[in-house]
């Protein structure tokens, strides 16, 4: 069991930056591909980013390929997204989200966090 809780989300400009964090309880958090989830209003929650457990190798989403940077600290049983370039269209709750297939195409994660709003105003 993994228990997942996101912070960093909140209201950027376009063209700004911000950090989301996730804090991951429980001790298998290694043992987990991990990544980042959006779901816009009116529209189904779409992958943005994960990273692997074995070598951190990472994917992302067309859309955010170049702006946002998934990692993690094992150590910490923190993930992160350095989102960058922000666009209004970047606007979502994002999700953590753990224990999936580690590619573009994730299918469903076993586990996932309550969500944090990013809002991008033009």
């Known amino acids: 069991q993994v228990q997942l809780v996101e912070s960093g989300g909140g209201l950027a400009q376009a063209g700004g930056s911000l950090t989301l964090s996730c804090i991951a309880s429980?001790?298998?958090?290694?043992?987990?591909?991990l990544g980042w989830f959006r779901q816009a209003p009116g529209k189904e929650r779409e992958f943005v980013a994960a990273?692997?457990?074995?070598?951190?190798?990472?994917y992302y989403a067309d859309s955010v390929k170049g702006r946002f940077t998934i990692s993690r600290d094992n150590a910490k049983r923190t993930l992160y997204l350095h989102v960058n370039s922000l666009k209004p269209e970047d606007t979502a709750v994002y999700y953590c989200?753990?224990?999936?297939?580690?590619?573009?195409?994730?299918?469903?994660?076993?586990?996932w966090g309550q969500g944090t709003q990013v809002t991008v105003s033009p």
């Open positions: 990273i692997s457990l074995i070598a951190g190798r990472t």
């Open positions: 429980g001790r298998t958090f290694s043992r987990y591909n």
């Open positions: 989200a753990a224990d999936f297939v580690a590619s573009t195409t994730p299918g469903t994660p076993a586990y």
